[in-house]
């Protein structure tokens, strides 16, 4: 079965160093990409496509990363979407908040690529 | 009044004189009377004998001759004599010869008795005579008969009260006389003293210009004087005081008019309140603050002029103690007060409260720019992390694509070989020149945040060898590469300190760091002692050392003494900064010693934990935690399977929620374990060790706040991750790793739980005391996944000094050759005691 990840972030570059990153899991295994440049959009795809990972970035417009959380864990047939936050803040309160609103884990920026791959596939049992 | 004083005195000495008088003049009549009377009475009693013995010695022949006229003749003459009443004779027959009776002799005196042999005196009350003594006389011893010559008595008592009556009249005479003269004295003395008394009263009343008019040359005319010269001195006594007192009455009115001007002009608030919590002072900027207007609220109670934040300030500090208590409130026009309240004490005669006083700054302002600043460094952290994460990423893909898919490609053309190496160089200078610059951000924030207040501080008991340890672990990949070697010098008996051991070790880290960079010998030296009541921790080099003037100025931000140095080396200038503001946060100092050219030594103080003596090994501030720290290392832990799902304590008293939390847990194949009350959950954590604690924060007894605090602070449970369910929205401030708020939506929580139970895993290596081959310690492998170590009694020390973190097991028949107290207390070292081994326990 393919394993789908979400890349939410509204910055151009982020997203594509995280596709970059993921390529190689693409290659490796059974898994798509997919990319959403606002909080809108990533939840109306998790909600349609049902991804087995999403890293959703907090601060983006239209709707920021707490929200799209918030959102689909309050959804009971989202159960199984992991999400793991994304966020430049480095605060204990912020990642208090990520934990609290039910994210799987929460990255701080600027992450290493090779702990970003290390995690998902630990997340997604590859 | 003075006239009456005078007279005063002259009636006393008049009454006196009276009294004198009237005894001395009554004694005297009585004295003189009674002798009168006695001489008298004994001269008529001795007249009658005579006339008696000279009747009868005349009248014996003339009796036996029986010639009454002869009698009657010579009777006749005596009458004649003065005093005598009568006399009359009488012959042996008792017949009355003649008498000098007219007109009849008084029948009575017939019947008088005689003596026949001498003479015999009577006294008798005659009518129409008066009180008479008789004398009776015989005439030859009664044989001729007898004489009677009767003396009037009532003669002497007239005689008698003449006399006394003329000495009466003298007498009286005399004590007018003298009561005169007295009056006349009296009147002399009684009137310079009236005249003396007048003028004291005028002085008591303060009329000083009063004189005094006595001329008498006399002690009066002499205390007149020297009162009127008393009274000059008094006046010029009373008019330097008085002048004294209008100036010092008129510096205090200046001086309580400036300062009540200043207490007025005060930007901030200030309010006192008395003992009884009624407002004394209260100043304009106060009434603005909270708009009371203009009336006066002296007298009121505190806790009825102002809202519930300062009546609680001002209730506080009536008490006297040398606490500064303060608070942030809430003034009126949605601005913010920071308000400060201590109490007034005084500590002479004795010891006493006045009150308490309150100022409030308004900081809504400062708040304002808190603010600004939380959001400066929120976007700041936002917008230099986002490029830079694009900056690193990239650079790591690309060298990665570079070193996997390009190079190998280009490694047969020895004409491109040299401009790979360069790329390869270069590509390393941007990853770490790209991890420098995501340092500094990092060590800019921190700061930040640091000054800002934004840090959430752990209170962990941190003992000072543990934290030069993980900082020697954390650094080795810089001296190992380097070839410089650091040496751990600590002294045994340490005592441990209370603080954030994460950012104590950030502070070693950096000093180790900083010495790495700058010297190139070996060792660098890191030392521990004790200090007093702090713990010292110092590290020495021998590099290139700091020029004494820079060494006040390396703790300030950006302020590396690179131009010192020929090889500049790389950091962020904001390490001893960060390492100053967590010491100092701490409540320690930090400085440096160098001589330049042979290295210098970084020291810093931390504040030793009060610890009781090592027998009862708590904290004396944790009684609370007591029981749950000294049970633990007495209890066994649970032997569990290897795939043993993780356990879950539940802690809370409301049976749904702990109901709701067991189903949804064992629904997720999660073991759960649930204490009722604090105490339980306290004695369950340490025995049982969970993976996760849930608990809810309000219950009776001990509360959760107590629990958690008690949890990290026992170094068996302080791993285990808790997760604090609480009804109440403001969570942040509970003290656990994660706060739900209730109601709990069951995905979110297990989301949450898993999520805690992938980050912490509390399981660590494992060492057993005693000999390796006992069977029983196969079943141990399940609780250590890692490594288990079989370690002589002995040397369990060295294997903590090395590093050792884990569990250790204890078999019970060799806990006594231990101190297990002071191993429990370890931090991050659990003590398990094994249980006595029985036959079946033997075969398992």
């Known amino acids: ?126 | 009044m003075a006239k009456i004083r005078g007279m005063s005195i002259f009636k006393k000495m008049g009454l006196l004189a009276f009294a004198l008088f009237g005894a001395i003049s009554i004694l005297t009549s009585i004295l003189t009377a009674y002798i009168l009377y006695d001489r008298m009475t004994k001269e008529y009693i001795s007249k009658g004998s005579a006339i008696a013995k000279s009747i009868a010695g005349a009248s014996q022949e003339i009796l036996l001759n029986r010639d009454a006229a002869t009698v009657q003749a010579m009777i006749d003459q005596y009458l004649e004599i003065e005093g005598v009443a009568y006399v009359f004779v009488m012959d042996a027959d008792r017949f009355v010869v003649s008498h000098t009776f007219v007109p009849q002799m008084p029948p009575r005196l017939t019947m008088l008795h005689e003596f026949k042999q001498e003479q015999r005196i009577d006294e008798l009350e005659i009518e129409s005579y008066g009180r008479i003594i008789d004398i009776c006389e015989p005439i030859l011893a009664g044989v001729a008969g007898y004489v009677h010559v009767g003396m009037d008595k009532e003669l002497i008592e007239e005689y008698f009260w003449s006399v006394v009556l003329k000495m009466q009249v003298l007498m009286i005479a005399i004590f007018w006389v003298c009561v005169g003269t007295l009056y006349v004295v009296t009147r002399r003395i009684s009137r310079p003293l009236a005249q003396l008394t007048e003028y004291a009263e005028k002085l008591a009343a303060h009329d000083f210009s009063a004189t005094i008019e006595i001329r008498t040359k006399d002690e009066v005319d002499m205390l007149g004087r020297t009162m009127e010269s008393m009274a000059k001195e008094l006046s010029t006594l009373f008019t330097d005081m008085e002048s004294e007192v209008s100036k010092a009455t008129g510096d205090l009115r200046e001086h309580m008019v400036y300062l009540s001007a200043i207490i007025d002009n005060l930007a901030d608030g200030l309010v006192v309140v008395s003992p009884s919590g009624s407002v004394t002072v209260i100043n304009p900027a106060m009434r603005e603050f909270f708009d009371l207007g203009d009336k006066d609220y002296r007298g009121f109670a505190a806790t009825d002029v102002f809202p519930t934040e300062v009546s609680e300030l001002t209730t506080a500090i009536r008490i006297c103690d040398s606490d500064t208590r303060s608070a942030e409130i809430p003034l009126s026009r949605g601005r913010t007060g920071k308000a400060v309240g201590s109490s007034i004490c005084i500590e002479e005669p004795a010891r006493q409260c006045l009150g308490g006083v309150v100022l409030i700054r308004d900081i809504t302002r400062e708040k304002e720019l808190d603010q600004l600043k939380t959001d400066f460094i929120a976007t700041v952290s936002h917008e230099l992390r986002t490029p830079m994460t694009s900056v690193l990423g990239f650079a790591k893909i690309i060298r990665k694509k570079l070193e996997q898919a390009v190079f190998p490609t280009l490694i047969e053309k020895s004409d491109v070989e040299k401009a790979v190496i360069q790329v390869q160089e270069n590509m390393e200078i941007i990853v770490s020149e790209a991890e420098r610059l995501t340092e500094l951000i990092n060590d800019v924030l921190d700061i930040a945040r640091m000054e800002a207040g934004e840090i959430q501080w752990r209170d962990q008991v941190v003992f000072m060898p543990d934290v030069i340890r993980q900082s020697l672990d954390s650094t080795r990949g810089i001296w190992s590469v380097k070839g410089v070697e650091v040496v751990a010098d600590v002294e045994s008996g340490l005592p441990p300190v209370r603080g954030d051991r994460g950012r104590l070790v950030q502070v070693l880290i950096n000093l180790i760091s900083n010495s790495i960079k700058f010297t190139n010998e070996s060792p660098i030296i890191c030392r521990a002692r004790r200090d007093g009541h702090f713990v010292l921790v110092s590290v020495s080099d021998h590099g290139v050392g700091i020029d004494h003037d820079d060494l006040e100025s390396i703790f300030d931000k950006f302020r590396q003494v690179g131009d010192t140095l020929t090889d500049k080396p790389a950091g962020t200038g904001l390490g001893l900064p960060i390492c100053r503001q967590i010491v100092e946060y701490h409540g320690g100092l930090i400085w440096a010693e160098s001589e330049p050219g042979k290295g210098s030594t970084f020291f810093f103080s931390i504040p030793a934990a009060r610890i009781r003596t090592a027998d009862t090994s708590v904290f004396e501030e944790d009684y609370k935690c007591v029981l749950s720290e000294s049970d633990s290392t007495m209890l066994v832990r649970e032997a569990t399977d290897p795939d043993a799902a993780p356990l879950i304590l539940v802690v809370g008293d409301d049976p749904t929620l702990g109901l709701f939390l067991k189903d949804v847990f064992t629904g997720q194949g999660l073991r759960v374990a649930v204490a009722g009350n604090g105490e339980e959950a306290m004695e369950m954590a340490s025995a049982l060790l969970p993976n996760l604690i849930a608990m809810d924060l309000m219950m009776p007894g001990m509360d959760g706040h107590t629990i958690i605090k008690c949890l990290y602070k026992n170094s068996v449970t302080n791993q285990i991750p808790i997760l604090v369910l609480s009804a109440l929205t403001d969570t942040v401030s509970s003290g656990g790793d994660i706060a739900l708020t209730r109601p709990v939506d069951d995905v979110r929580l297990i989301e949450v739980v898993r999520a805690l139970l992938l980050e912490k895993d509390i399981r660590g290596s494992c060492l057993i005391l005693g000999n390796s081959d006992r069977p029983v310690y196969k079943g141990l492998s399940v609780l250590c996944p890692e490594s288990i170590t079989f370690c002589p009694i002995d040397d369990i020390w060295k294997h903590i000094e090395k590093g050792f973190r884990g569990i250790v097991f204890i078999p019970v028949e060799l806990g006594e050759q231990l101190d297990i107290s002071l191993l429990s207390r370890l931090p991050d070292v659990s003590v398990v005691i094994l249980p006595v081994l029985t036959g079946r326990e033997k075969s398992i």
């Open chain 1, 1 to 126: 079965m393919i394993k789908k990840i979400l890349i939410v972030d509204d910055e151009v570059h982020i997203k594509m160093l995280l596709e970059q990153t993921l390529e190689e899991l693409e290659d490796e295994y059974d898994v798509e990409l997919f990319t959403a440049s606002d909080g809108e959009e990533g939840l109306e795809f998790i909600r349609s496509e049902r991804p087995d990972l999403v890293f959703l970035d907090i601060m983006m417009p239209k709707m920021n990363g707490y929200e799209v959380c918030r959102i689909v864990m309050a959804d009971g047939d989202l159960g199984d979407v992991k999400i793991i936050l994304l966020t430049a803040k480095g605060q204990e309160v912020d990642r208090k908040q990520g934990l609290e609103l039910g994210a799987m884990m929460y990255m701080t920026k600027p992450f290493d690529p090779d702990e970003i791959l290390r995690v998902s596939k630990e997340l997604l049992e590859l």
